[in-house]
């Protein structure tokens, strides 16, 4: 699990695949717990825990990036998707 916080504390975009350029499937609220199910490597962003090419599925089809969920490690959390 990790939670999602934003530098602004507006909503964190969901997209369908680990890349900025990934169609838009949803937000999730800053300070929303999350449950993270797998890890991959996509596009690299700069958010509030840093930069990070690691992004965070947390449904079919619906991912996060790492850089802006908090999990309490800079390294993977969850097995590789």
């Given at each position: 699990?990790?939670?999602?916080?934003?530098?602004?504390g507006g909503?964190?975009?969901?997209?369908?695949?680990?890349?900025?350029?990934?169609?838009?499937?949803?937000?999730?609220?800053?300070?929303?717990?999350?449950?993270?199910?797998?890890?991959?490597?996509?596009?690299?962003?700069?958010?509030?825990?840093?930069?990070?090419?690691?992004?965070?599925?947390?449904?079919?089809?619906?991912?996060?990036?790492?850089?802006?969920?908090?999990?309490?490690?800079?390294?993977?959390?969850?097995?590789?998707?």
């Amino acid at each position: 699990y990790g939670t999602v916080n934003t530098s602004q504390g507006g909503p964190l975009t969901v997209r369908s695949g680990p890349r900025t350029t990934a169609s838009a499937v949803g937000t999730v609220a800053s300070g929303t717990r999350v449950r993270i199910y797998c890890q991959t490597t996509g596009s690299t962003v700069r958010g509030r825990y840093g930069t990070s090419n690691i992004w965070n599925r947390i449904g079919d089809g619906r991912f996060v990036s790492d850089a802006y969920t908090y999990t309490g490690s800079d390294g993977r959390v969850a097995p590789p998707c």
